[in-house]
């Protein structure tokens, strides 16, 4: 028997990728599945992106660089999150990850010892949990409610710091509801944070795609030089989640321990890759908001489906690509209702409960699909119920 650490036996996985099992074994035995598990856009990164990661190739941008980044993509994210947040960071301050998950990783490592208390949305984003647990930290978890359309309220927050309270993990726009937080609201967080001298770390992997509403950032209280990290990244609204591209702003004093974890963890993010984020940020931006009116478009259209099911009622998300469906009146458990829509529907949703305990209830339907699946979907709903 092999004698794994207790962190390796605290660590835990995410439910998307056991569903996405389940139905590729349903499509091997010759069923017709509609997929509404998986969380990236449907779409192709874009030309002039991909054309500059393969000039780089060609232009043997494929050795080692420096573990913090590329400079000139350095420089680009600076421009870019004075653009977006309204703040200009230190190049000091910008560090480039392989996608956004490892700046959760590497950002917990710097700032939690074991018996701290992490605190997160619940239903939320699996990783924040993992790792949380991983550390021999403790999760605290605030629960999002439909009543106020699933938004993290600060008065929840405030009611859950005790002197254990190291960190407090926001993420807007919010997967797996969609829910964007006000102004206000993340002004409130980082004050609190301030008060109680608490890091925030900001998961933005979703700051592009917002409907009917703004983006905020709650790092831009201390303009990420004290308590605060911006995580944000290529992943989704770039269509580039296989690219593996993403970054943070960080307080220096973190910037510089960062640094060693990335040494010893990935040496640097990928040269190459690197260099179709300069052109990502600095090029045409008009895919974003062609790929936000479809979106758009997919959510109407998801939204009004889902509420025509018996049993099923469903809030306009604000932002994200994830519609979170109350299944409550159809007797089910989630983990019985995404079962049910599998096997009697050929449609794969997650559970609610894959995001955390209070998922209970609902479903998460990721609608980067057509619209005539999303059509489809909601009809072979309706007839499994019947
Ligand atoms: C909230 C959130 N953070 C981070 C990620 C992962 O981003 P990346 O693929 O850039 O690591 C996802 C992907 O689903 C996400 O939903």
Redesign the pocket.
């Known amino acids: 028997m092999v004698r794994l650490s207790e962190g390796a036996n605290r660590i835990y996985g995410e439910a998307a990728f056991e569903v996405l099992a389940k139905a590729q074994e349903l499509e091997r035995q010759g069923k017709n599945i509609l997929h509404f598990e998986i969380?990236?856009p449907d779409m192709e990164t874009p030309e002039n992106i991909a054309k500059a990661g393969i000039q780089a190739i060609r232009d043997k941008k494929t050795h080692y660089v420096p573990s913090i980044g590329v400079l000139e993509l350095r420089k680009a994210v600076q421009d870019e999150v004075e653009k977006t947040r309204g703040y200009r960071p230190d190049l000091e301050q910008i560090v480039i990850t392989?996608?956004?998950?490892?700046?959760?990783f590497f950002s917990m490592l710097t700032v939690i010892n074991p018996g701290d208390e992490v605190v997160f949305q619940d239903p939320?984003?699996p990783?924040y949990g993992s790792v949380t647990s991983f550390l021999g930290a403790k999760s605290v978890r605030v629960p999002l409610l439909e009543e106020n359309e699933f938004r993290m309220s600060p008065d929840d927050i405030r009611d859950r710091i005790t002197e254990k309270t190291k960190l407090i993990i926001v993420?807007s726009p919010?997967?797996p509801t969609g829910s964007v937080m006000t102004k206000p609201e993340l002004d409130e967080i980082a004050g609190l944070a301030e008060e109680h001298d608490v890091f925030i770390v900001s998961?933005e992997?979703?700051s592009k795609m917002t409907y009917e509403t703004d983006h905020y950032t709650p790092t831009a209280r201390d303009e990420a030089k004290i308590r605060t990290v911006l995580?944000d990244?290529?992943?989704?609204y770039y269509a580039m989640?296989g690219w593996?591209?993403?970054y943070m702003v960080a307080p220096v004093e973190m910037v510089e321990r960062l640094q060693d974890f990335l040494v010893s963890a990935i040496s640097c993010t990928a040269n190459f890759t690197q260099w179709a984020g300069v052109e990502a940020l600095m090029g045409d931006q008009s895919f974003i908001r062609e790929m936000m009116k479809r979106f758009k478009e997919k959510r109407d259209r998801i939204v009004e489906g889902l509420n025509s099911i018996p049993g099923f009622s469903c809030l306009a998300p604000r932002g994200?690509f994830y519609a979170f469906p109350n299944i409550k009146d159809t007797g089910m458990t989630s983990q019985e209702c995404a079962d049910h829509l599998l096997y009697n529907a050929g449609v794969a949703a997650l559970p609610g409960t894959a995001f955390g305990p209070y998922g209970e209830g609902y479903l998460r339907f990721s609608y980067a699909n057509t619209l005539e699946n999303i059509d489809l979907a909601v009809e072979r709903i309706k007839d499994s119920f019947k």
């Open positions: 969380g990236e392989p996608g956004l998950k490892p700046g959760i939320g984003y990783t993420n919010q997967n998961d992997i979703y995580l990244g290529f992943s989704k989640t593996r591209l993403g994200a």
